[in-house]
């Protein structure tokens, strides 16, 4: 059984800084793409980052050149570094596994609050 948990949410002010981690259980993670999404009440969720199994990342832009994605495969564990953050980042964070080859898989975690203070 595969399991994705998060952990490192909380409150911080504006222009604080905090880093997630989502730890992932089972043999999937090397050569999962790992992502993580993000959905405030009344909004739909949303890609933040993503990393393939081989390192390429992928942003949205409205965090582009604040947060950075990064994975270690050696600990199936991935990170969100989350620097500069805005009031408007305020979310429950999602950690993503997936992949698209046979056999493919797509595993969500439980999610963990990140608010942001003004």
């Known amino acids: 059984q595969v399991q994705l948990v998060e952990s490192g949410g909380g409150l911080v002010q504006a222009g604080g800084s905090l880093r997630l981690s989502c730890a992932v259980s089972g043999s999937i993670f090397s050569i999962s793409t790992m992502g993580w999404y993000r959905q405030a009440p009344g909004n739909q969720r949303e890609l933040v980052a993503e990393?393939?199994?081989?390192?390429?990342?992928n942003y949205a832009d409205s965090v582009k050149g604040r947060f950075t994605i990064s994975r270690d495969n050696a600990k199936n564990t991935v990170y969100l570094q989350m620097d500069s953050l805005k009031p408007e980042d305020t979310s429950v964070y999602y950690c993503?596994?997936?992949?698209?080859?046979?056999?493919?898989?797509?595993?969500w975690g439980q999610g963990t609050q990140v608010t942001i203070s003004s």
């Open positions: 990393i393939t199994g081989s390192g390429s990342t």
């Open positions: 993503r596994s997936y992949y698209r080859g046979t056999p493919g898989h797509n595993y």
